[in-house]
């Protein structure tokens, strides 16, 4: 049963984090995050870091492992490659609760209020059940499900004015649970106008094969929304640690827009 979140402005935000750590975007994240809690900004502590990749797995994850053990935040590890391989690589959808299980056994000494899915590449139905867990997606609420890298590919094939991102409550089911928080911005203007000139005419399929990622226009989304999806995750933890937000998302949803597009232009 998932532990029940009670707000209390007079006590820290316990938050148990969990991520791969395969990128940027999660390593700032996590920096961001820790960066408000040491400036008072946001009043929590990260109770653990529990990340799916050990040391040595990937360059990427060893630098996001230093940034917490810099920090002294107690971390905690397991492979989900190497306990697949440890169980003659079944599917990974017949390896999921056992794994949870397993990894809901490694943080129990330790105590949160709440999860956060900072990104965590896993589908994790137990680790739901067991904390209330908040993830971030890098799209608004009724658009693309999946992978961050989709999310910009759909707004370049629907040819959008604008796009956001998301907080919402994880569940069972992918970027389908409760939102609590958005934040939109736009995809036009100085930054993007000359961007889409360039793709004036071509289709997705051709600009996937010949540019891929290294597309000017995807690159400049992708990084608008990292400037984004940074505060937008500080400001509703300390939205949530007041007591402004209410994080089952019974409440509905708080359209942090304003405030987190002066977090970027400061």
């Keep these: 049963m998932t532990k029940t979140f009670v ?3 007079t006590n820290l935000l316990k938050i148990g984090w969990f991520t791969t ?6 390593y700032g994240l996590l920096e961001s995050t820790l960066n408000a809690i040491n400036s008072g900004e946001l009043h929590g502590k990260i109770a653990f870091v529990f990340v799916n990749r050990v040391e040595g797995q990937t360059r990427q994850t060893d630098r996001l492992l230093t940034l917490v053990r810099s920090h002294g935040i107690p971390l905690i590890t397991l492979s989900s490659r190497d306990f697949r391989r440890s169980h003659n690589n079944k599917p990974w959808k017949n390896l999921r609760e056992m794994f949870d299980k397993t990894v809901i056994e490694l943080i129990s000494p330790y105590d949160a209020d709440i999860a956060v899915h900072a990104g965590y590449m896993l589908i994790a139905p137990l680790l739901c059940s067991e904390y209330l867990t908040l993830n971030l997606h890098p799209a608004l609420p009724g658009g693309t499900i999946g992978m961050w890298q989709q999310a910009v590919w759909d707004v370049i094939d629907k040819r959008l ?3 956001g991102a998301m907080i919402h409550v994880s569940t069972i089911k992918v970027d389908e649970g409760p939102v609590i928080a958005t ?3 736009s995809v036009r203007g100085k930054n993007f106008d000359s961007h889409w ?3 004036d005419g071509f289709d997705l399929k051709t600009l996937k094969q010949k540019m891929g990622e290294e597309l000017e226009l995807f690159k400049a989304i992708r990084k608008a929304g990292l400037l984004r999806e940074r505060p937008l995750l500080v ?4 939205a949530v640690s007041q007591g402004h937000i209410d994080p089952t998302g019974s409440k509905g ?3 942090l827009t304003e405030v987190v597009e002066k977090s970027v232009i400061n």
């Design 7 to 9: 707000s209390d402005n």
């Design 253 to 255: 949803i708080v359209d």
């Design 235 to 238: 400001e509703t933890l300390k």
């Design 183 to 185: 934040a939109v911005f």
């Design 21 to 26: 750590g395969r990128g940027e975007g999660s």
């Design 197 to 199: 000139e360039e793709i």
């Design 161 to 163: 004015d604008t796009t």
